[in-house]
């Protein structure tokens, strides 16, 4: 099928999470090209989105802006926050309306990206792309080879049916958390309570949950890469912009190039 879920749409746009998504949508809050939205509805690029009136999709009436950003832990990934922690859009108080590319939970720290361009909010976001992410965890727990071993090959973790693929959801039968292995990866150790990852798929809270599968839990997380933007030595709570051949290469990897 074409297209991807309102609720994912609404979440990868940085506006909630996709529980939030549901219940907005359950109260008739969303609507595409006019029209209430419904719940499980697709979205093509094409479609005009908006919640509570406002416009969800880019304006791109100014100039196109791309940014790395070192978030801070305790700040949420979403234009909106339902606990009492500042979001990202709040803190970095940009001049012109952005969204960040993905989400990065509270508790973590790192690169992300925040543009005004919904093309590359999508190429980015989209799983089947594989695009690669690299984080540096510090663990409680030594990290041992096995521990390292199940890592690479993939870990059988439980996520929320809303987060799940289409099949999952499937075959979900009413469970509100489904069973997911977890594609191959690349994990090497940094130290005896460190290793350095790098995943091609972005389930929700992903490595923590490998973790807790394995019987270790997870002190810190930092994202260090997003494809070919690295965080190198951006200070916490600081961005720059991407351009040049930074932002040529990116677009050439997503495609638009």
Known sequence: MEGIRINKYLSG???CSRREADRLLEEGRVRVN???AVPGQRIMDEDVIKVDGRTVTADLKGEPVLLAFHKPRGIVCSTTSNDKAVNIVQYINYKDRIFPVGRLDKDS?????????????NLINKGRYGHEKEYIVTCRRKVTDAFLKAMQEGVDIMIPVIDAGESEKQSAGGREYVNIRTKPCVAKRIDDYSFDIILTQGLNRQIRRMC??????????????????????LPEGAWREVTGGELAELERMIGLK
């Open 13 to 15: 746009m940085g506006i």
């Open 34 to 36: 006019g029209k209430p």
């Open 109 to 121: 720290e790192g690169i992300i990206l925040m543009t005004n361009r919904g093309e590359l909010v």
């Open 212 to 233: 807790d599968a394995l019987g270790n839990y997870v002190e810190r997380l930092k994202r260090i890469r997003v494809m070919n933007i690295e965080l190198g030595d």
